[in-house]
């Protein structure tokens, strides 16, 4: 089945560095999803994009929708030792019901 | 309140059994979903039912069998469990318009 690559799979950060990761396909989607996965968990929604170019915060957390509109990003600012996990990026085309999702980041954090 | 719960949380069987893992959501969301990830996290969807129809069925053995009684509830039925089953079985739910998956805590089936 189709896959999203996500870019790069894994990383070591020291606590108060800024981290930036992405996310890319082959298709066209028309909403990108950026979700965080702690272990033992089942993943949460951070952001969510609907149009290309667009910018959008939350907290530490910016993503973007990329212009192309098949590929996003995603930075985490001045990153803190609870944002280590995995992070998924989902793209979605209009009129489907279901995300395809992204082979994952894995974020670990060195206080 | 838990918005996406599933049962069990941790399920161990032997090859061959039947089992079954519950999804309730109480979000009011008309959609529901089965994903199956595996022990490289990759999050492959299985099933989704929108209304009690099932309106994804992607190529997963017949063994895996969709059951949604409402609009509230997706549970997952497998028969002859095999090893390759293994993996952490995620519900979701979500609304329409285009909006992002509400996950439950999934379910850790692992088969001996």
């Known amino acids: 089945g189709q896959q999203l690559n996500q870019s790069p799979q894994s990383m070591f950060i020291q606590e108060g560095e800024d981290v930036s990761m992405n996310c890319t396909s082959s298709s066209i989607f028309n909403t990108w999803l950026w979700y965080k996965q ?10 969510a994009l609907y149009k290309a170019g667009e910018l959008t915060s939350n907290g530490r957390l910016t993503a973007q929708f990329g212009i192309t509109r098949k590929d996003s990003f995603l930075n985490i600012s001045a990153s803190i030792p609870s944002d280590v996990g995995i992070y998924f990026c989902a793209g979605a085309t ?6 395809i999702f992204g082979t994952g980041t894995r974020l670990k954090v060195l206080a | 309140d838990t918005a996406v719960s599933q049962t069990p949380k941790y399920l161990v069987t032997q090859m061959g059994n039947d089992k079954s893992i519950k999804c309730e959501q109480n979000l009011g969301h008309d959609t529901m979903y089965w994903y199956k990830q595996d022990s490289k996290k990759f999050l492959k969807i299985m099933f989704s039912y929108n209304n009690k129809e099932l309106i994804i069925n992607e190529t ?7 059951k949604s009684p409402d609009k ?9 469990l095999e090893l390759g089953d293994s993996a952490v079985y995620f519900c979701a739910s979500r609304t329409g318009g285009g909006y992002g998956y509400t996950f439950g805590s999934g379910t850790r ?3 001996v």
């Open chain 2, 72 to 80: 509230a509830h997706l549970n997952l039925h497998i028969n002859s």
């Open chain 2, 109 to 111: 089936l692992t088969v």
């Open chain 1, 38 to 47: 702690d272990p033992g968990e089942g993943p949460v929604l951070l952001i």
């Open chain 1, 94 to 99: 209009s009129g489907t019901y279901k995300y």
């Open chain 2, 60 to 66: 997963v053995p017949n063994r895996f069998s969709p």
